[in-house]
Each structure stands twice: as C-alpha cells, then as structure tokens.
C-alpha cells in the first residue's frame, strides 16, 4: 500500500513555471514506478509523465512524456526523499487542471495503482 501526497500547485499567470511534489509513504517507493496525470476542468484524465523504478542492473531511470508536455515537463524522482516531481515550464492557461500523481508497478505507462489527491493548478493569462 502507499499513499501518496501532491503539493506545489497554485495559482499563476501564463509564461512561468511551477515545480508539483508528491511525497509517498507506507511502502518501498523505489520499487515503484511513478506517474503523473491531470484533469482539467469537465475533460478526461491525461498522462503527462512516467518515471520508473529502481531495477537491479539499471543504472538509470526511464522517463517518457505525453504529446501535450514534451519539451516543457520534466518528471524527477528523490529516492532518498520519496518524492517524485514535476517541473513545469512556460506554463499556459491550458496547463489549468487538477494534478495528480500515482504509483504502480506495470511500467511507465501504467496501469497504476494507487493515485494521490491531487493539487489544482490555475493558470491565467
């Protein structure tokens, strides 16, 4: 089991950035793969970004984007932290959404598991 916190959205005007967190407990957060999703107000639920997890003989982590933040999105994990990020730049009023971040263990694309609250990201032009 683990649950999952997201903090760092607000409200800001179109050009600037934002970094969202999301702090995990109650488990092995290295031994997940790590993802965020919005929805922005009466539309569906998107991907944004996964991370994976820590595998034995991987010196790295994987990442992959969706189409609509490629280039501006930057997802990072701390392990020693348990905490996944989402760095956002050149934000636009169409980055307006409700943020979330999950956890799972089917590889960066999901399906995930266990999904935070969310934190609103309001952003004006």
């Known amino acids: 089991q683990v649950q999952l916190v997201e903090s760092g959205g607000g409200l800001v005007q179109a050009g600037v950035s934002l970094r969202l967190s999301c702090v995990a407990s109650?488990?092995?957060?290295?031994?997940?793969?790590m993802g965020w999703f919005r929805q922005p107000p009466g539309k569906e639920r998107e991907f944004l970004a996964g991370?994976?997890?820590?595998?034995?003989?991987?010196?790295?982590?994987?990442?992959n984007y969706g189409d609509s933040v490629k280039g501006r999105f930057t997802i990072s994990r701390d392990n020693a932290k348990n905490t996944v990020y989402l760095q956002m730049n050149s934000l636009k009023p169409e980055d307006t959404a409700v943020y979330y971040c999950a956890a799972g263990r089917s590889g960066i694309w999901g399906p995930y598991d266990y999904w935070g609250q969310g934190t609103r990201v309001t952003v004006s032009s």
């Open positions: 109650g488990s092995t957060f290295s031994s997940y793969d």
């Open positions: 991370i994976s997890r820590r595998r034995v003989g991987w010196s790295g982590d994987s990442t």
